[in-house]
């Protein structure tokens, strides 16, 4: 079955760096994807969201793109700060379907 | 505050006891989720609501079991014939049904022993 996914399950960054976190989607009919942020214990929270008519979005801080050639989404986040560690997801959702899918996270330790 | 509120944070359980989760919203929503998250997955939904007095079965509802009496509620009874209850269960409502974006309550952690 066609489904969401991420390359790498824990990113390491420095404190001030740029961090990237890659999404694959497999389903070409996806026309809705959003990031969440969980920290330890709590429940997601939403980032930033993109629908597939755009290529990319900016928010505070984080940068969503799409490539819908490679089927690829990736959340940028600026500066990375100590409060951005957490475990990052992302879910994909068609019109046929209606309901969110969600990827199994990657796990952002931000370093000093 | 608006938000959702889930009851209560840890849970514990002996085998074969039935137990409900409980989730408060305050936000107006039309619709109404429940997932189970596992480490290393992604969240595997078990039941939502689209409206008042109707839910549909997600991916995963075996052994669970819900209600929606009011709007602003929507309790999820763990049952025995759950086979692998332990987990940490995402309640999450969207302002209508139809609505991409859906907001999470902090979760309840349960531990069946």
């Known amino acids: 079955g066609e489904s969401v996914g991420l390359h790498l399950p824990t990113l390491s960054v420095q404190e001030g760096d740029n961090s990237i976190i890659n999404c694959a989607y497999s389903?070409?009919?996806?026309?809705?994807f959003i990031w969440y942020k969980q920290e330890s214990g709590k429940g997601p929270q939403f980032i930033i969201d993109?629908?597939?008519?755009?290529d990319k979005r900016q928010g505070q801080r984080v940068t969503v793109l799409l490539n819908k050639t490679v089927k690829h989404l990736s959340l940028q986040i600026a500066a990375t700060q100590p409060g951005d560690s957490a475990v990052y997801f992302c879910a994909e959702k068609g019109a046929s379907w209606g309901k969110l899918q969600f990827g199994a996270g990657t796990q952002v330790v931000v370093t000093p | 505050d608006g938000g959702i509120t889930q009851s209560p944070k840890y849970l514990f359980r002996k085998e074969g006891q039935n137990v409900t989760l409980s989730c408060e919203q305050n936000l107006n929503h039309d619709a109404m989720y429940w997932y189970r998250q596992d480490p290393g997955q992604g969240l595997r939904l078990i039941y939502y609501?689209?409206?008042?007095?109707?839910?549909q079965k997600g991916d995963i509802a075996e052994g669970y079991s819900v209600s929606r009496e009011k709007k602003e509620s929507f309790p999820l009874t763990v049952t025995s014939a759950q086979k692998n209850p332990t987990a940490f269960y995402l309640c999450a409502s969207s302002i209508d049904p139809g609505a991409d974006e859906q907001y999470f309550g902090p979760g309840t952690r349960l531990t069946v022993t």
């Open positions: 389903n070409s009919a996806s026309d809705y």
């Open positions: 609501s689209q409206i008042v007095n109707d839910f």
């Open positions: 993109i629908r597939s008519n755009m």
